[in-house]
């Protein structure tokens, strides 16, 4: 299965639900790629890869001097990864007048694609070009929305008309699109309060990943995903349900 992982609001948990949901998925005995698409690298760094190190990475797939198998990093914590890097602000800008530009991801991932059982996409937190290329792509969309920030709601809301056009102008099936919580504490009105929002628009969490939030330092401080560094914590064990969902899903 093909699956974005995306909200334009910032600061969400895209990028550590996209590690630890590939690294449980990898446990379950699925082959799985996560590809970096965020011209942060955030996910590049969390996995622990130094960009520096890397002879290609997405930037040169997308600008075709390499191809997707020549970028992949295997091994990773299980998972195999295409990694981001600096100049991936500037391909996306080059790209914005071709023809065909929602397709490039698509068309450069091809090749690698078949490889996989899950493919997971860590996009950037907008809705530009490389977020519709990750989104034209996905079978799935998971959004992680703040259950402290209501502004995460403006985001999947956007999200789900984005969805709605590009399946309209593509001719394509609308994604599933998947809301889930965090960081989650339900003693929070602010948690409640958001929960209710995503039910009554038909987008009832798929899970809530429980606030932690020293163990997600502890992690990210470790440049590893929280289910390798505490795989038995409250919110390891929120995200293995999600990954026994998705891989449901893919059957």
Do not use: C
Request: overall charge negative; aromatic content about 2%; proline content about 6%.
């Amino acid at each position: 299965m093909i699956v974005a992982i995306s909200n334009q609001k910032g600061g969400v948990g895209k990028t550590t639900t996209t590690a630890n949901l590939g690294v449980l998925l990898a446990r379950d005995g699925r082959r799985v790629l996560l590809v970096d698409a965020d011209p942060q690298f955030a996910l590049t760094r969390q996995l622990g890869i130094e960009e520096r190190s890397l002879g290609v990475n997405l930037v040169d797939v997308l600008a075709g001097r390499a191809g997707a198998e020549d970028a992949i990093v295997t091994g990773v914590h299980g998972v195999d990864v295409i990694a981001s890097g600096r100049d991936l602000a500037g391909i996306e800008l080059s790209l914005v007048g071709e023809i065909g530009r929602e397709r490039f991801l698509r068309d450069a991932l091809e090749p690698v694609v078949g490889h996989y059982d899950d493919l997971l996409i860590d996009t950037p937190p907008n809705l530009g070009l490389l977020t519709v290329n990750a989104l034209v792509l996905a079978e799935r969309v998971i959004a992680p929305v703040s259950a402290e920030d209501e502004e995460s709601l403006h985001g999947i809301r956007e999200l789900q008309r984005t969805l709605g056009r590009l399946s309209q102008r593509l001719d394509r099936p609308t994604p599933e699109l998947v809301a889930i919580l965090t960081p989650w504490a339900p003693h929070r009105v602010s948690s409640r309060t958001i929960e209710h929002a995503l039910v009554r628009e038909g987008l009832a969490p798929a899970t809530r990943i429980p606030a932690r939030s020293a163990l997600f330092a502890r992690a990210a401080a470790d440049r590893v995903p929280l289910a390798v560094s505490d795989p038995d914590s409250s919110p390891a064990i929120a995200y293995h349900r999600l990954a026994e969902q998705t891989a449901v899903s893919a059957q």
